[in-house]
């Protein structure tokens, strides 16, 4: 049974910096075990659901959405079957309910509708 479990939103000021962290069970981050593709994704408000930053197994890279370029950075932790989201300068506009998504098909993408399973959310507030 896979299960997706994210944390660490919270309220910060403009400019300031939180860790957003995906611990998944039954799902390995082990490339050698399973292949897989991670997303982490935001819902403000009124809006839908926007990718912000992704990571495959296949090659290992990192991608990244206009809004997440230069201010933030995903990375994983297999042994601790965790992928992280590191967030820096944060604006107002980044309010928003963070999710972690994974599928076991690489490559990573954008669109929600690829990936199976999805954490609960973590909440970002920004304030200004």
């Known amino acids: 049974d896979v299960q997706l479990q994210a944390s660490g939103g919270g309220l910060v000021q403009a400019g300031g910096s939180l860790r957003l962290s995906c611990i998944t069970s039954g799902f390995s981050l082990h490339d050698y075990l399973n292949t897989y593709a991670i997303g982490w994704f935001r819902q403000a408000p009124g809006k839908g659901r926007e990718g912000i930053s992704c990571?495959?197994?296949?090659?290992?890279?990192?991608y990244y959405t206009g809004s997440a370029k230069g201010r933030f950075t995903i990375s994983s932790d297999a042994a601790k079957n965790t992928v992280y989201l590191q967030m820096n300068d944060l604006k107002p506009e980044d309010t928003a309910v963070y999710y972690c998504?994974?599928?076991?098909?690489?490559?990573?993408?954008?669109?929600?509708?690829?990936?199976?399973?999805w954490g609960q959310g973590t909440l970002v507030t920004v304030s200004s």
């Open positions: 998504a994974a599928d076991y098909r690489p490559p990573c993408t954008f669109e929600p509708d690829w990936y199976e399973f």
């Open positions: 990571i495959g197994s296949t090659d290992r890279s990192q």
